[in-house]
């Protein structure tokens, strides 16, 4: 059985591509394996220094490296809107978002800049309103592609509860972290299908990492010691975890609409492979509703997508 692993991935020279978290963790490794084929890589992060510093880490072994660290904190709509301007004011075309970046089981409820869920802020939120912002460069550069970060602990969280997005009335935190994986999940599906009726060629695909061993400067860092062993048993490398990512941006068969994830137990550990169950996981109602009120919340209304169904 052949196993698809970076050295699969084809020569991006001219290609940009966007990674949000591309400090740490998966979004590290993402970043590393663009470069590495040829792509100029937006390295999207919340602290300059620390993208700086990975951005020499990069270089290390990657010297021509084609990399640019932008700040972007996706737990502020205005950050948010601020990168995304300066994104289609210096990019004339934009191949690859990466949408990598999460936060994972905050042990007490935080709340966003804007007054949202932590969690939901930032892992779905955030990255909802980062995509409708750029989707006017996306829509203008042949064949891109949206990649969005779900997780297995989308499970913890078989349907959303419209009454209680935030976590108000009742927190738990990987409760609020499933809430999230399940949101970016459905956006990710309902992102196809409005690709699909506004007849453009810019594809939208969810990937998972499985149980990706981030616990060197990565999404490991609120866990519990038996949290942190506990999964470490169930886990594989971060460069393994970011394959699915890598395999769903640059894949040629790739076609949208699908979720990408390790192919071995238990869909944790393993190379990619494309989930043929997933769009079981496609509640219609549910990821039309969750657009609607994640419009409501963000201002971010995709006014390019609607403009091509309506011409």
Do not use: C
Not at 18 to 45: D, F, K, P, S
Not at 169 to 187: D, E, H, Q, T, V
Not at 204 to 226: C, E, I, M, Q
Not at 265 to 293: C, M, Q, T
């Amino acid at each position: 059985m052949n196993h698809w692993t970076v050295n699969d991935i084809p020569d991006l020279r001219g290609r940009i591509a966007l990674v949000t978290g591309a400090n740490r963790g998966l979004g590290l490794e993402e970043t590393r394996a663009l470069a590495q084929h040829g792509a100029h890589v937006i390295m999207a992060v919340r602290n300059l220094k620390q993208g700086q510093l990975a951005e020499a880490e990069i270089k290390q072994t990657v010297p021509d490296a084609s990399l640019e660290v932008m700040s972007l904190d996706l737990s502020s709509l205005a950050s948010v809107r601020e990168f995304a301007a300066r994104v289609l004011q210096t990019h004339q075309r934009l191949d690859l978002l990466l949408n990598n970046a999460g936060l994972t089981a905050l042990p007490q409820r935080q709340e966003t800049q804007d007054g949202f869920e932590m969690q939901f802020g930032t892992n779905h939120l955030g990255h909802f309103a980062l995509t409708g912002l750029l989707v006017p460069r996306l829509l203008t550069t042949p064949g891109s592609r949206v990649v969005t970060m779900t997780s297995n602990g989308r499970r913890t969280a078989a349907h959303l509860d419209f009454d209680d997005l935030q976590s108000q009335r009742s927190y738990s935190r990987w409760g609020a972290y499933g809430k999230s994986k399940r949101a970016n999940l459905l956006f990710a599906f309902e992102l196809q299908t409005r690709f699909t009726e506004a007849g453009v060629g810019t594809i939208s695909v969810a990937a998972h990492p499985g149980g990706a061993n981030t616990s060197k400067g990565g999404s490991w860092d609120h866990l519990s010691p038996f949290e942190r062993f506990f999964f470490g048993l169930f886990s594989q490398s971060a460069s393994m975890g970011a394959l699915p990512l890598l395999y769903a941006a640059t894949h040629e068969h790739i076609t949208g609409g699908e979720l990408v994830g390790p192919g071995g137990f238990a869909n944790s550990i393993g190379y990619p492979k494309v989930d043929r169950h997933a769009s079981n996981e496609y509640d219609h109602p549910a990821a039309a509703r969750l657009w609607k009120v994640s419009e409501e919340l963000t201002g971010v209304t995709y006014d390019a997508l609607r403009q091509r169904v309506e011409a």
